[in-house]
């Protein structure tokens, strides 16, 4: 997030962990771009209940937050970004699998 903030984007990222999200916050500010950055504490499996409920995004990066669920979890996962999606929006999905999980997913 810092690094996109950077180029001039305005980036919001969440994570569970409060430490997580104060290493973050710390970071932002010493990059200054804390007016770029916002980070919030959030259950991946319940952003409808966070302080991300009702927000969009024109695009949504996940970096290896889908591959650290159990495949029967995955699927909840995802119900909980897609309205988070602005229309037309973009989901980028970086993960560290092999093709026919990547298929499974993206069906």
Do not use: H
Request: charged share 25%.
């Amino acid at each position: 997030g810092i690094y996109l903030a950077k180029k001039g984007y305005t980036v919001v990222g969440f994570d569970f962990s409060e430490e997580a999200i104060e290493v973050a916050k710390k970071r932002a500010k010493e990059a200054g771009v804390e007016d770029r950055a916002l980070f919030l504490v959030a259950d991946a499996l319940s952003l409808g209940e966070s302080a991300l409920r009702g927000r969009k995004f024109d695009t949504i990066l996940d970096c290896a937050c889908l591959q650290c669920f159990s495949p029967d979890v995955q699927p909840k996962y995802l119900e909980e970004i897609a309205p988070l999606m602005a229309s037309k929006g973009t989901f980028i999905l970086f993960v560290v699998c092999n093709q026919s999980q990547l298929r499974s997913w993206c069906r």
